[in-house]
Structure formats: structure tokens, C-alpha cells
């Protein structure tokens, strides 16, 4: 329900607060004094267009805030919780528009679209009034309250279950003769390039396999190489170059032929040359073995690096024929073998599909049906229930009629396969119509009022607004009007803009609304009336300009009534 209301700067209101509490709230004042400007500042922060004539003289802009804290079910939770926003308990509808009539919209401070912030006061506000007609009206909705006031939920559950798995069976038929169309304009297609890359046998993780093992063996190879080309240096195989080892023993043959003889060549100086080519002649050799072995042990295979490219290419060729990524290629081949096998066994695929989709739309219209029935019967209900609160409302001569009637299939949807229209004809012989454009605005009123009294426990919208549904109207009507909205209210909260004395007695809160003049200007007020104040109230409904002591024990009267 709303909770509270704050306005700034609208139109005659410079600052105001109000709290609201649960059922009947009225609101009273003499004509002039701004109800309807507290009407407009709450369309506003639900929606309303705006205007820069909202905005106060001598203010930049007009701001509105209306705080709701509704049942921890609404459906506006799950509204907010599509466009990422979390409310806990309360939601906040904040609007604020500029002096050049631009506007801005706030959710819980998180800005939105006007039209998220209409979908979303549409849900907590319903206003009934003699010029603004919104939710029972509305053709949209009335299938639903038809369904809410005596149409069992299980054959709605039923009709929406049987709904999805129809709409299902048809999506997964037009799936099957899709893909068997796409099949046959692509066999040539699928036959050569299945039968290629089946060949070819792509395997998961297998170019980052093969491009390992290249590179490892690419180095081998380069391994291989280098000690092939050192030992070649160190034995060469051209007679004409005798290599270091046979130079070095050549050195040495020259220097030994200046030793002496015997044992004085330990002290010739040659001596510690000879010993340091005979080291250097050994360690050559060592090197010579050192490569000849590192030269067997290299892993070097050129005709695997070259199966290996081989592969390695044909894969990534295939890849970019195909517009893939070689990893893509073992799952591509996968959907072209399921393309053909479409194509193969397709067409009794979709034979079968076809007879689950009959089966399904069979299920669905039978629980239509079903629903259609329900419907029925609950509207002759509805309307001898109307029928009961009308002539009260001096509704006397008006019919209400609940039409259910069959829509052609391109209609139907998971709320059944009928159109639910409320119709009613005012006056002996007039055809029936649509709520909105037989009845005048005061009938129109009361029958909406009518209308929530029967239906109020079917809405999930927790706050109605009345504007004037009294207008026009006195006595016993006005009687009777103020006790049905009394009924209402105990099952929603109500607000009621009302100039009869008869209806504000029923408000458990009563709101004044007064404009008072100063410095040059005029200014709205709102008071919360205390029960001596509601009394002065009423009775100057009652008697006008002049309270007399009759006009209060009158209004004491009817405050009394229970």
C-alpha cells in the first residue's frame, strides 16, 4: 500500500508530507482548494505525462515521491528484479521535472524510464475517477479478474502448462524441417567435406600435440647439425685438408727431432712442448669421441619432422577451408555427420514430431475448453453479482454483462483461447458496450466501484484511488456508495477525493485540503483531521458556509453509523 507522499514545488504546494495507512482515507475540501493538484503529484510520481505548468511559479523544478510497501509477493519485486534492481520491503516511485518540462524517473534512487516507472505504478495505484478510467476498464486485465473472482487455478495452470508444451513441440517441429531443408541444399556440401575430413580423422588437442612434437624434433635436428658439422671440422674428410689432429702430430714429429739422444732430453727445452702438443692431441681425441657420440645419441628423425609438418599443415589447411579453428575441427565434422544424418532419417524425425505437436495442441485446446467452460459459468456469477450492487448506486437500469467468447487460434495464448470483454448497457434496449464508452463519467464510477467491490480480492494492485466517484449523487445513494467503499478498503487500501458528507463518514482517515492566501500568493494545504476536526468537516459539507448545531449532530450521526 502507499505509506507516504511527499511533494515539492507543484503547481500552489511548496513542501508536504503525508502518511497514509490502511484502509478508507478521504479527502475533502471546497472546490479550488487543490485536490486535484495532490491527484496530479501522485500520477506523477506513477507515471503521468509531465508539464512544466506542474512546476511551481519561482522554482527551478517540481520533485514527487511516493513510498509503497507492498506484499512480499507482488509482482512488482519480480518487475524490478528483470531490470537488475533489488527492493527489500519498500519501493520508492520518485519523479522530478525541470521548469522546461523535462522529467526524470527514480526507482528506490536508481534512475529509469517513464515508461518502467508507469509499468510499475500501473502495479501498486489504480485510479477510478470521472475522467480517468484505468485497470478494470482496461480489456487486458479483465480475463483475469473474471478468472481471480470464480475460475479454479488448476484449469488455469492447466491450459498454461499445456500451452508451453505445445509452443515447444511446434518450436522443436519447425527445428527438424529446418534443418532438413538446410541438409538437402547442402548434400553435395556435406557428402565431399565429411568424407575429406573423415580422411583427414581430426582428433581433440591435436595441433598443439603436433606442434610439441615439430618443435622438439626441429631441434633435435638442429643438435644433430651442429655436431655433424664439429666433428667434420676435427676429422675432415678432404685428403688435402689434414685437420688439427694430424697437424698436431706433425709439430710434434719436427720438435722431437731436436731432442738429443738418452737421457738429456728431460732437460731440453723442447720437452715441455712435446708434452703440451701430446696433451692437446689427447684431449682432440676425447673432444672427437665426445661428438661422435653426442652425434649418435641426437634425436634426430627428418622423415618424422616431416610427417609431423605434414599433418600439422593439412590440419590447419582444413581449418581455414572451413572457416574454423583446428580445435573447432573434430566438433565441426560431428555437426556435418549430424547434418547428414538428418538428411537420412529426417523426414521420420519430423513424422514423429508432427504427431507429438497434434498430440500437444489436443492437450491444449482440450484444457482450453475446459477453461472456456469455467469462464462461463463464472461470468453468469459475476454478472448476477454486479447486478446486486447496482441498483443501490442508482445503477437501477444497467446491465452488466461479462462476454466470453473463442478467439481464432492466432489469438490464443497460456491464458486460454477466449477474449473476456465487461460490457454494459445503461439504459432498457441499448445494445451493450465497453465500459469505457457507453456509460457516462458518474455511472462509469459507480460501476467501477460495483465492479471493485466484487472484484477487489482478485487484484494484486493494494492501493485504489477514487476521484470524485460520489459526484452527482446524494442521499442514500450517496449512502450507499460510502459503505461499498468502506467494503473495499477492507481488502485494499482506498483513497477517495469526495464532496459527500455521507461518504467521508465512512474514512478511518480523514485529509482537509485548504488553500489560503498571503504575500501575493496562493498556497494548498493538508491537514490530518483529528475526530472532533472530522466532525466540523462534515457537518460543513452538510450545511455549507454556516455550521449549525443540526449540521454537527448530523455529522455526529453519521460518523456513528456503523
Known amino acids: 500500500m502507499l505509506i507516504a507522499l511527499t511533494i515539492r514545488d507543484v503547481v500552489l504546494i511548496e513542501r508536504l508530507d503525508l502518511s497514509f ?46 513510498v509503497f510497501a507492498p506484499p512480499a509477493v507482488h509482482p512488482v519485486f519480480a518487475l524490478l528484479a528483470e531490470q537488475g534492481m533489488v527492493a527489500e520491503d519498500e519501493v520508492v516511485l520518485r519523479r522530478v521535472v525541470q521548469k522546461d518540462g523535462r522529467s526524470r524517473a527514480f526507482v528506490n534512487d536508481q534512475p529509469i524510464s517513464a515508461g518502467l516507472l508507469r509499468r510499475a505504478g500501473a502495479m501498486l495505484v489504480e485510479v477510478q475517477g470521472q ?38 513441440s511446434q518450436r522443436d517441429l519447425q527445428a527438424a524441417r529446418e534443418a532438413i531443408a538446410a541438409a538437402e541444399r547442402d548434400r553435395d556440401f556435406l557428402e565431399h567435406a565429411v568424407t575429406e575430413l573423415a580422411a583427414l580423422a581430426p582428433q581433440p588437442g591435436e595441433e598443439e600435440q603436433l606442434a610439441i612434437e615439430r618443435q622438439r624434433l626441429q631441434q633435435g635436428e638442429r643438435r644433430a647439425e651442429a655436431m655433424a658439422a664439429a666433428a667434420a671440422e676435427l676429422a675432415p674428410r678432404d685428403r688435402r ?36 702438443l701430446e696433451r692437446a692431441e689427447e684431449a682432440l681425441a676425447e673432444a672427437e669421441t665426445m661428438l661422435t657420440r653426442l652425434a649418435e645419441d641426437a634425436d634426430a628423425d627428418p622423415r618424422r619432422l616431416e610427417q609431423t609438418e605434414e599433418r600439422l599443415f593439412a590440419l590447419r589447411a582444413a581449418a581455414r577451408k572451413h572457416a574454423v579453428q583446428v580445435a573447432e575441427l573434430p566438433q565441426f565434422l560431428a555437426n556435418l555427420r549430424h547434418r547428414q544424418s538428418a538428411l537420412e532419417s529426417g523426414a521420420a524425425r519430423v513424422d514423429g514430431l508432427e504427431a507429438q505437436a497434434h498430440a500437444a495442441r489436443a492437450a491444449y485446446v482440450t484444457a482450453a475448453e475446459a477453461l472456456s467452460a469455467a469462464r462461463r459459468a463464472a461470468s453468469g456469477r459475476l454478472e448476477q453479482a454486479i447486478g446486486r450492487e447496482l441498483p443501490p448506486l442508482r445503477l437501477d437500469r444497467a446491465r452488466f454483462f461479462a462476454e466470453v467468447s473463442l478467439l481464432e487460434e492466432s489469438g490464443w495464448g497460456p491464458q486460454g483461447a477466449d477474449a473476456v470483454r465487461f460490457l454494459i448497457a445503461t439504459n432498457p434496449g441499448q445494445a451493450p458496450g465497453p465500459l469505457a464508452k457507453v456509460a457516462s463519467g458518474g455511472e462509469l464510477s459507480r460501476l467501477m466501484l460495483a465492479l471493485k467491490v466484487v472484484l477487489a480480492g482478485g487484484s494484486t494492485v493494494p492501493t485504489l484511488v477514487f476521484d470524485e ?24 487500501q482506498v483513497l477517495l477525493v469526495t464532496h459527500s458528507p455521507q461518504v467521508a463518514a465512512r474514512g478511518a482517515a480523514h485529509l482537509r485540503v485548504s488553500k489560503q492566501s498571503g504575500q501575493g500568493r496562493a498556497e494548498t494545504r493538508v491537514e490530518m483531521l483529528r475526530d472532533d476536526e472530522r466532525q466540523e468537516e462534515i457537518a460543513r459539507m452538510l450545511a455549507g458556509e454556516t455550521v449549525t448545531e443540526q449540521a454537527r449532530a448530523a455529522a455526529a450521526s453519521l460518523m456513528a453509523q456503523p
Not at 488448476?154 to 508451453?164: E, F, I, K, P, S
Open 469 to 492: 466517484v460520489d459526484s452527482g449523487i446524494g442521499g442514500a445513494t450517496a449512502a450507499a456508495v460510502g459503505e461499498r467503499l468502506a467494503r473495499v478498503a477492507e481488502q485494499v
Open 241 to 276: 685438408n689434414s685437420g688439427p689432429a694430424a697437424t698436431l702430430r706433425a709439430a710434434a714429429r719436427a720438435l722431437q727431432r731436436l731432442l738429443p739422444p738418452g737421457d738429456a732430453a728431460a732437460d731440453n727445452p723442447v720437452t715441455p712442448a712435446l708434452a703440451a
Open 131 to 168: 475522467h480517468e478510467q484505468m485497470g478494470l476498464a482496461d480489456p487486458a486485465v479483465q480475463a483475469g479478474l473474471l478468472d481471480a473472482f470464480a475460475v479454479p487455478g488448476a484449469l488455469r495452470q492447466a491450459v498454461a502448462t499445456t500451452w508451453r508444451v505445445w509452443r515447444e
Open 21 to 66: 495507512g490502511p484502509g478508507l482515507t478521504v479527502l475533502t475540501g471546497e472546490t479550488g482548494a487543490g485536490k486535484s493538484i495532490l491527484l496530479d503529484s501522485l500520477g506523477l510520481a506513477l507515471g503521468a505525462r509531465s508539464e512544466s505548468g506542474l512546476v511551481r511559479n519561482g522554482a527551478e523544478q517540481a520533485s514527487v515521491a511516493a
